[in-house]
């Protein structure tokens, strides 16, 4: 177990980067794909083929783990790798935009921020402090700080208000994290909406506060792509160069292209899995809707040239039939399908950026999408 | 491949019998357990876990399949084995069962029967000759007659006219069946509900026709246990001694002992993995229901003498945690452990009947069963 925590920058490319991240827990390569195990587990995928499509690191939410099974009984039982059987690296977040999107009867102040707990009626604080005091009981090699993150289109007073909130939490968590045992990182989480000027202020001081890592929050809110694209543009750029840049909740495969063409290494999103349920397969030819009718003949597998062996031992007749008849191992099997897609497209942009060949690597990914599947038998 | 069904009795211990069917598309070895593969698919578990828990065979429905995706199609794709990527043997049932107990606007006839699709709400006509080519196109390596299954308790009457349709049936199937490719097999089903003597002349007459093997239908309809037990007890020592024994729908892991010892060959049930979408998990130590409250802060694994990785990589309060969440992964992990269990169940008896010691394993298995898991940590 390493007990420092630390970034390698290897190779940029325009804007885009190739590194290593290390931790108590392993390595992480970036640019990184976080896959989202809410509640100490990933919908409808085993622990061992979350590993084997090549993920690092694992993304677990503090709101949901504190209500249930609660972060005192997860340390008890040894930390939350030991009781996910999950031995690799773990990010958690502090529970703020959770609070925020899910709770019932939300109250928030200077002091923090309570709610009425969905699982047992139970009203709940957390601050600043207890974010941090939960993630250390969790045992996450990096936790984040508590932020408020508000959606967008939103007033240029209330992203600022929000901004503002959310930089006197950072300096509070960065106190309460002191201490923590080696190796366990903190990052810190730019607010400021869609307003190039709050988010530099913002950037300027979180970084005199200074963090292990820092994240660009409030997107993936409800904004166009472009938009996004536009903050991350501005935002990424003022970030120190030698520490590791979190984009929070994004995205499809297309808003990854373009943010780590912006400069961001890490990356969490429950798209693969949520898609996956619903029957969408994500693949080099484009999205494929497995639900459609016309795979219900079609013995092709979904990718005979995929590393995942549930693109390559099924066909699409057959995934047809699991997703119609709403069947469990359907949701099971593109689930990991597109983990995998996910985790190839990472490992792919980080052979093309060490190659020196990124834009060239985007063009040709996109050209492959709007190619738009194989031809039907 | 091989191009012939056939059945080798090894040893007998009592009424027990331990043996290998050899069929197309692989070896079985009796006694045998078959998981349920409803609608091609187990529910929430991987086919090469059913592989690596042991099974030799799985049971696919009829009356499922034929409404969705339909015989036709699962012809044109290659047959079933090819359909769900599963190359060892199956068996697949008539449909009969399953029309009785589940569609609706039935209409029973000598003909057959018909009845009202819950996929499409289609009127859809079930005979003996269609029963027979459904389970020809399906390519399954055992094929079931067709049969009328009742409820027990039920009048002699009404169990005799089920009785004698069904033998009207079983002629029909059989000669439906004549020039099937070679190596399939085609089984009779015994009716004659509780009532010895109606079931011994059902018996005699399916021998008369002569059938691959024999199964004893109609049961785990409802009766208790001891009834199950006697009409197999009764039932099972009149058939060819040369001819596998199957007890169709049967059961619970002391069912599965009980109807071995009394000479029955092959069973089939959807418990292990029912069970364990509702958190109860079978063990060595009786079943242990993972809803318990008992459980959330217990850190031992379910049982680490398992050769189940499920059953030995995760703590009971993990398992605890995603049952209560509903998480799919609970019932992902409590599925392959069930299945793992009856496995381990049927290779033990096995293991004893070949040493001649069934009766020893019987009470060691019952005793270990009703000690009733570990002491709480």
């Known amino acids: 177990m390493a007990d420092t925590f630390s970034f390698r920058l290897d190779k940029t490319d325009g804007a885009a980067r190739v590194g290593e991240i290390t931790m108590p827990h392993g390595l992480v390569r970036t640019p990184a794909f976080m896959p989202v195990g809410t509640r100490a587990a990933m919908k409808a995928v085993h622990w061992q083929d979350v590993r084997a499509s090549g993920a690092d690191i694992a993304l677990s939410n503090t709101y949901h783990l504190m209500l249930r099974p609660g972060a005192e009984r997860v340390a008890a039982l040894g930390g939350l790798h030991t009781f996910m059987s999950w031995p690799h690296p773990i990010l958690t977040d502090s529970g703020g935009y959770q609070v925020m999107s899910l709770a019932e009867m939300r109250k928030l102040d200077d002091s923090g921020v309570t709610f009425r707990s969905h699982v047992d009626g139970a009203v709940v604080a957390l601050s600043p402090e207890r974010a941090i005091e939960i993630q250390l009981l969790l045992g996450s090699d990096i936790a984040m700080q508590l932020d408020e993150c508000i959606r ?39 607010q400021g909406g869609d307003d190039p000027a709050l988010r530099l202020e913002n950037v300027r001081a979180l970084v005199d506060i200074s963090f292990d890592g820092y994240a660009v929050g409030g997107l993936a809110v409800g904004e166009p792509q472009h938009v996004m694209l536009s903050v991350v ?73 995929s590393r995942c062996p549930a693109a390559r031992d099924y066909s699409r007749a057959y995934l047809h039939h699991l ?55």
């Not at 939103?154 to 201490?179: D, V």
């Not at 980080?350 to 999408?369: L, N, P, S, V, Y």
Request: aromatic share 8%.
């Open 152 to 190: 967008l289109p939103a007033q240029r007073a209330e992203i600022e208000r929000a901004m503002r909130l959310s930089l006197r939490w950072a300096e509070r968590c960065k106190r309460a994290f002191e201490g923590a045992a080696g190796g366990r990182a903190l990052f810190g989480i730019v």
């Open 233 to 305: 543009e501005e935002t990424a750029p003022a970030l120190p160069a030698d520490k590791p840049r979190y984009l929070m909740g994004v995205g499809t495969p297309d808003d990854i292209l373009g943010a780590v063409g912006r400069g961001i290494d890490m990356f969490d999103c429950v798209l693969p899995t949520r898609n996956g349920r619903h029957g969408l397969a994500f693949t080099r030819l484009g999205p494929i809707n497995l639900r459609n009718a016309r795979h219900a003949d079609d013995p092709r597998p979904l990718d005979a040239q």
């Open 323 to 377: 997703t119609k008849a709403n069947e469990t191992l359907g949701a099971m099997l593109l689930s990991v399908v597109n983990l995998y897609y996910y985790q190839d497209l990472m490992q792919d942009m980080r052979a093309a950026i060490a190659q020196g060949r990124f834009e060239d690597f985007c063009r040709e990914t996109r050209e492959g999408w709007t190619r738009g599947d194989l031809p039907p038998v």
